[in-house]
């Protein structure tokens, strides 16, 4: 492949792909505080709407981001096994590094948001029963 197609192909996939990325962490951001809060939209929902929220929604955006950026990261290596050229085979490197950090990162992010986003949501059962 030639050097100018691989940076053309590192560009297209990067860029595109963590502004994606950050779309769906925001999205399941969102989706958090408004589990913890029990609003949406500014109107109060129930219990059993915000545990649907954390199973379907937040589970659903941080799988996304999760597998967004594990994809980006092997088109990257692919890409680098494909170029002659050390330089560029070093930059798809770099850019598998750090799309796949990013998606390494969402996945203890999620797990430790998902555990107390259901530590919330029990906490506020056990305190509306009363």
């Keep these: 492949m030639s050097t100018s197609t ?7 996939n990067f860029l595109p792909g963590i502004f994606v990325y950050f779309y ?3 999205l399941a951001n969102d989706s958090g505080a408004m589990i913890v809060t029990g609003f949406v939209d500014g109107a109060p929902v129930s219990m059993k709407y915000r545990w649907v929220m954390l199973h379907q929604t937040y589970s659903g955006y941080v799988l996304g981001a999760v597998a967004g950026g594990f994809m980006l990261a092997l088109v990257n290596l692919r890409i680098a096994d494909n170029v002659v050229d050390i330089d560029i085979k070093r930059l798809a ?5 750090i ?8 996945v203890a992010y999620g797990i430790s948001e998902f555990i107390l986003f259901r530590s919330v949501l029990r906490e506020a059962e056990s305190d509306s029963v009363l």
């Design 93 to 97: 490197y770099v850019a598998a590094v």
């Design 99 to 106: 799309t796949g950090t990013a998606a390494l990162a969402w």
């Design 24 to 26: 769906i962490s925001k």
């Design 6 to 12: 691989a940076i053309a192909l590192i560009i297209a």
